[in-house]
Nanobody, 127 residues
Framework: VQLQAFGGGLVQTGGSLRLSCTAS????????MGWFRQAPGKEREFVAA????????YYADSLKGRFTISRDDAKNTVYLQMDSLKPEDTAVYYC?????????????????????WGQGTQVTVSS
């Protein structure tokens, strides 16, 4: 499984970006998808995840209301819409995938491990 993330860039505080991540898999809907980020000097942290059917999403508490994860299984793509961006959102953003368990078809299991990772895309928010 190969994941390719893109859509990062430089944006001013309060702006928006939409990240995309395309997966090279036969049946994209069989994978739970997640987004993570890593800021300079910090550990990687969870951002959001989405179930196989897209019926369920899960977010880091600090990001609820500003970030939205979605998926388009016909395009093998997961998205992360980021609004009202802040300088502290500056980080490299990674998408991740894992074969879903039966329960994950319609729900997200928090803190689950991911098997595949994309290369990351840089998001920089200027103050």
């Amino acid at each position: 499984v190969q994941l390719q993330a893109f859509g990062g860039g430089l944006v001013q505080t309060g702006g928006s970006l939409r990240l995309s991540c395309t997966a090279s898999v036969r049946t994209f809907s069989n994978y739970v998808m997640g987004w993570f980020r890593q800021a300079p000097g910090k550990e990687r942290e969870f951002v959001a995840a989405i179930s196989g059917s897209a019926d369920s999403t899960y977010y880091a508490d600090s990001l609820k209301g500003r970030f939205t994860i979605s998926r388009d299984d016909a395009k093998n793509t997961v998205y992360l819409q980021m609004d009202s961006l802040k300088p502290e959102d500056t980080a490299v953003y990674y998408c991740a995938a894992a074969p879903l368990s039966p329960i994950e078809q319609c729900t997200v299991v928090p803190d689950r491990p991911y098997d595949y990772w994309g290369q990351g895309t840089q998001v920089t928010v200027s103050s």
